[in-house]
């Protein structure tokens, strides 16, 4: 069964944390690959950070050495840790998932099939 339910989101002002969570089921974190996605208003979906099974990260450079992607494989979870936010991040965010077997590399381009609904993280100046 493919689950992803987003939470964690919130209002924070700049300087401030969120810590994001996916909730999957084991079928889903044992996906090659998983990934935090963003959209603002007026604008296109845009990658944030990618897992592979392998514990490999993979980052936009707009969030490297301020955001942080881990998966906990016993409690079924992505997690996305963001510090030292800026207004500019917020936007809806999505957990997804290739749901291939195996391990390989993962970025942005690789075809995600599942989706969760989003959790809205919002920072103000």
């Known amino acids: 069964q493919v689950q992803l339910v987003e939470s964690g989101g919130g209002s924070v002002q700049a300087g401030g944390s969120l810590r994001l969570s996916c909730a999957a089921s084991?079928?889903?974190?044992?996906?090659?690959?998983m990934a935090w996605f963003r959209q603002a208003p007026g604008k296109a979906r845009e990658g944030v950070a990618s897992i592979n099974r392998a514990g490999a990260t993979n980052y936009a450079d707009s969030v490297k050495g301020r955001f942080t992607i881990s998966k906990d494989n016993a409690e079924n979870t992505l997690y996305l840790q963001m510090n030292s936010l800026k207004p500019d991040v917020t936007a809806m965010y999505y957990c997804?998932?290739?749901?291939?077997?195996?391990?390989?590399?993962?970025?942005?381009?690789?075809?995600?099939?599942?989706w969760g609904q989003g959790t809205q993280g919002t920072v103000s100046s």
């Open positions: 997804a998932a290739d749901l291939v077997l195996g391990v390989r590399w993962c970025d942005f381009a690789t075809g995600y099939k599942a």
């Open positions: 084991r079928y889903t974190t044992n996906s090659a690959c």
